[in-house]
């Protein structure tokens, strides 16, 4: 049965009247009879009684007409949420994300992204850098968020935004006695380093600079995350320079300071996906993140 067959069905059923349907349906009447014969001939039953008024449903024709409406309705409903999924109004976008990022731009950018797009199934994955990689060749998540992501032949990666570095300290260290902190105020101070992963990542950054401008770099410790960084800077265990959002992570204790460096400037967040992957709401998506980095180059060249 072609779903044409079943509007026309449902329309003669309505009317009870060959003539009137055809009017209804914009079509002359002889088609219309052509296509209810055929319907007739498919199913091997009639399903009209011609009558001098009209026409009148056969038991078959009532057994026909309890379906036809919701096949209808069903067809309609998978057209319109096709539409929806090719727009990147309906579907799934599986986000690779990691701690210090959801502190600041990427719940943002979620919610941002599902204001716009309710429609749109959020999945979040918490995955180290080498795992989005994996994900993302995988098909297991459709975009990414991380920072110093090496150069991969079938992975883009976009920069969101800047932030700055910040060190993180007790608030009766010292140096919190200080405005802003140099690397070389560092110097000889037990230092936390995160995350302690096998692909570049901060931790390799900041014993860089401290290399490049000979300055003692005394680890205390090495964790995976931030929020374990600043958990033990809040106790005493030492300093640790972290990325301004992390400022976000109020903890009793804990002081923030601006840190000058040359090397150690600015710190990058990039969403990374796969390369010629068009789908509807990965693109959708990537449209947020480029106005959000649009608007926050705004913010750091304002006055």
Do not use: W
């Amino acid at each position: 049965m072609e779903l044409k067959q079943m509007r026309y069905f449902l329309a003669v059923a309505e009317e009870q009247h060959f003539g009137r349907a055809a009017q209804r349906l914009h079509m002359a009447q002889p088609p219309l009879t052509r296509h209810i014969r055929a319907l007739e001939d498919e199913l091997g039953a009639a399903l009209f009684v011609r009558t001098p008024k009209g026409a009148e449903l056969t038991e078959a024709g009532r057994t026909l007409l309890a379906e036809v409406p919701n096949i209808l309705t069903l067809t309609r409903r998978a057209t319109e949420h096709t539409q929806l999924a090719g727009q990147g109004m309906l579907g799934r976008l599986d986000v690779g994300i990691f701690t210090s990022g959801v502190l600041h731009a990427i719940p943002q950018l979620l919610a941002r992204f599902h204001t716009d797009r309710p429609g749109v199934k959020i999945g979040l994955h918490n995955l180290s850098k080498a795992g989005q990689i994996e994900a993302l060749r995988e098909r297991r998540i459709s975009v990414g968020f991380n920072r110093y992501v090496p150069a991969e032949d079938d992975i883009v990666v976009e920069m969101v935004l800047k932030e700055q570095f910040i060190v993180a300290l007790h608030e009766q260290h010292p140096l919190a006695r200080k405005n802003t902190l140099s690397l070389g105020d560092l110097d000889n101070q037990p230092m936390i380093l995160y995350p302690n992963a096998a692909l570049r990542g901060l931790a390799q950054e900041v014993t860089d600079a401290f290399a490049e401008e000979r300055i003692a770099l005394v680890v205390e410790q090495e964790v995976e995350d931030v929020i374990t960084a600043m958990s033990l800077a809040a106790s005493r265990f030492g300093v640790c320079i972290t990325t301004a959002s992390a400022a976000n992570l109020k903890l009793p204790g804990l002081a923030y300071r601006p840190l000058r460096s040359r090397r150690l400037r600015h710190i990058e967040l990039n969403c990374l996906y796969r390369k010629g992957d068009t789908a509807p709401a990965l693109t959708a998506f990537l449209e947020v993140v480029r106005a959000f980095r649009r608007q926050s180059a705004r913010m750091r060249s304002a006055p």
